[in-house]
């Protein structure tokens, strides 16, 4: 089981707490995890990454165990303490401003 | 017992006005979507009851929300703007091609006759449209297919596709403005467009009289009177009485001609409404005073309207999206403001009364009367 832990905007748009859990197929890798959110939640389809080049949004950053992992691309996989459920998949809105 | 339904869409959020047909008194609901740019929010013509709002935020991109019971409730609802087969280049700021890129929805268009159908004017240019309540949507790519959408470049506002104006008496025309490209109209449907901009004369471009290039900030039109048109441009108002084959100016005696919104009165098709901003860099209202400008001929000859607004240190703009008239009697009159305040008038702008002040910068007003 996968956990994801999603920022308050997303949480309030897919109508859930600060973390969901995710059964996601083998290789466990960024991509299969997001497409496994986005069949969950499909509210969640663009607010992440482009529907069409899935490509990540500016945005947005992925964090796992402590590290930024928003350049690693959709076949990395993840850390060992996410693929265990010690530690969530963080989906990050940057910050931006001033 | 008639009401009214006030839709603003806000910087961060939207708000949800409502009164009874005296429009004196005035709940406010929200903010919904809080900390969400609300573009714009508007009710199908066909089913009071069915509202669109674009909502969209830097960090998460688009999402449309739709309500079915009047914005009690809300669903989000098809975000998939895909541009039509190969989406090709405009112009970049510099002169460059430039790719098409989804950035927001600007403005949706219900249909007059199916709740379900709306059309979405996006950033990059283009037209959409949902033929079953958003949960997809399609680009009628002959807008941004004709010769001249590769030559499109966008103003400083981006290159948005903001007004929408479906022909009540002709279903197969339709109008849409373009910053900063123009005004095209399609005669089929949306098949084909052609740019209707002859007339118009734009001191900014090389040819100040080209077909294309011109930064029109809203166009609006009286549904008894479909071919003629009212535009505000970047400067000048304008007028059209062809369907906007040919346009002439009826700026006249108004203290600048620099604006963004433009309307007209629900029952009278040579009444007009403006608010002059000072110029095209100070986007606030000239000497410190918030002043609708009305003209009873169709243009030309002004009067000032300021009972109820501020005549001193006020520097406020309107956005071009943020007025909007309800069809009561007399004609309600609303706008809201770059401050947060959303001013209604209950007697066709002889007097204002601000319904809402403080709200996050208002970036869009739309009005429903409802029975």
Redesign the interface.
């Not at chain 1, 389809?45 to 992440?48: F, V, W």
């Not at chain 2, 935020?57 to 999402?63: A, K, N, R």
């Given at each position: 089981m996968i956990r994801v832990a999603l920022?308050a905007?997303?949480r309030n748009?897919a109508g859930v707490g600060h973390e969901v859990e995710l059964d996601v197929a083998e290789p466990v890798t960024l991509g299969a995890v997001l497409d496994a959110l986005e069949a969950s939640y499909p509210?969640l389809?663009?607010?992440?990454r482009d529907?069409?080049t899935k490509q990540r949004?500016p945005?947005?950053r992925f964090f796992a165990n402590e590290a930024d992992i928003s350049h690693d691309g959709p076949d990395a996989a993840l850390p060992a303490a996410v693929l265990g459920g010690t530690e969530p998949l963080m989906v990050i809105?940057?910050m931006?401003g001033g | 017992m008639t009401a009214v339904r006030v839709l603003v869409g806000t910087h961060k959020g939207a708000f949800i006005l409502t009164s009874d047909g005296k429009r004196e008194s005035w709940d406010v609901e929200g903010p919904l979507f809080g900390?969400?740019e609300i573009y714009h929010m508007k009710g199908s013509p066909a089913d009071p009851n069915r509202l669109y709002a674009s909502q969209s935020?830097?960090?998460?991109?688009?999402?449309v929300q739709r309500s079915d019971d009047g914005g009690k409730t809300w669903t989000?609802v098809g975000?998939?703007f895909?541009y039509d087969g190969v989406a090709g280049t405009h112009q970049w700021y510099d002169g460059t091609p430039h790719p098409w890129e989804f950035a927001r929805v600007w403005h949706f268009e219900p249909s007059l006759a199916d709740p379900d159908t709306v059309y979405a004017g996006v950033e990059d240019a283009a037209l959409f449209r949902t033929t079953d309540g958003g949960q997809n949507w399609e680009e009628l790519s002959g807008l941004r297919k004709q010769d001249s959408g590769p030559h499109w470049q966008p103003g400083a506002g981006g290159l948005c596709l903001h007004t929408i104006i479906q022909d009540p008496s002709d279903t197969a025309r339709m109008y849409v403005a373009i910053s900063a490209a123009g005004a095209f109209r399609t005669d089929d449907g949306a098949k084909t467009w052609k740019p209707i901009n002859k007339g118009l004369h734009s001191a900014q471009l090389p040819d100040p009289d080209a077909e294309v290039g011109h930064c029109v900030h809203h166009v609006a039109m009286h549904p008894d009177k479909p071919g003629v048109l009212y535009m505000q441009k970047h400067w000048d108002v304008m007028r059209s009485d062809d369907a906007g084959d040919s346009w002439h100016e009826v700026s006249g005696d108004l203290p600048t001609d620099f604006g963004f919104v433009i309307d007209v009165h629900a029952h009278e098709p040579e009444t007009i409404y403006v608010v002059p901003i000072k110029s095209d860099s100070e986007h606030y209202v000239p000497d410190g005073k918030l002043r609708v400008f009305r003209s009873r001929t169709g243009g030309g000859e002004w009067e000032p309207l300021t009972k109820g607004l501020p005549q001193t240190g006020c520097y406020h703009n309107v956005l071009r999206d943020a007025m909007a008239v309800d069809s009561l009697d007399p004609c309600g009159v609303y706008f809201g403001t770059s401050g947060g305040q959303v001013y209604a008038s209950n007697n066709a702008g002889d007097s204002w009364t601000a319904i809402a002040a403080d709200l996050p910068k208002v970036l869009s007003v739309e009005v429903q009367s409802l029975p």
């Open positions: 920022p905007h997303l748009l509210t389809r663009g607010t992440i529907q069409v949004r945005f947005i809105g940057a931006a | 900390g969400w935020m830097g960090w998460f991109g688009q999402v989000p975000n998939k895909d």
